[in-house]
């Protein structure tokens, strides 16, 4: 069973094994959630909230609320976008999410600044700004050329972020609310692609 030994030495098997269920529940990882909204045009688009600060080993999860995103990590593996995570820590690419309720979920455990964009509202400023921990990596140098605009102009800066902890998107609130009561959740014309 070389999968059990490696996960009990990986926690300290002596700790696992001799706390058991208390210890367990207490590890359970948070969970965060992440709107991906759009106005009924899709002129307006955004994360929401858009900045975020989360412990070490947080799960944060995108739900699409509208129109169709994805939630892509800023790293050349990512169509030779600039690196904006930590160094050790693994790019995310969710791929489209087309459905409203249509979720992506990655766990983030290195600490660091996580600059993320979606790839179809890139150009919109439709980015996002995760901090794990403490700030640290390429993230934290401010964005030059090799980002659009809008997006250089939307990302919250960290120091905002560190001290609400949660930045909510702003400009979207009364158009979403009048496009759910029009029951009109199911976005298929999005063609600017
Ligand atoms: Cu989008």
Redesign the pocket.
Known sequence: MPSRRRLLLAGGGAVLLAAPARRRALAVPAVVEVR?R?DPDGAR???DPIGLKVAPGTVVRWVVEA????TTAYHPANGGHPLRIPQRAEPWDSDYLVEPGQRFEVVLTAEGVYDYF?????M?G?VGRIIVGRPGGPGTRPPGDELPPAARAALPSIERIMAEGSVPLVGLNAQLIEYQRAQQLAYGSWEDN
Do not use: D, K, R
């Open positions: 991906m759009s688009v955004g994360f129109n169709l995103h994805t979606c790839t179809p509202h890139e919109a439709m």
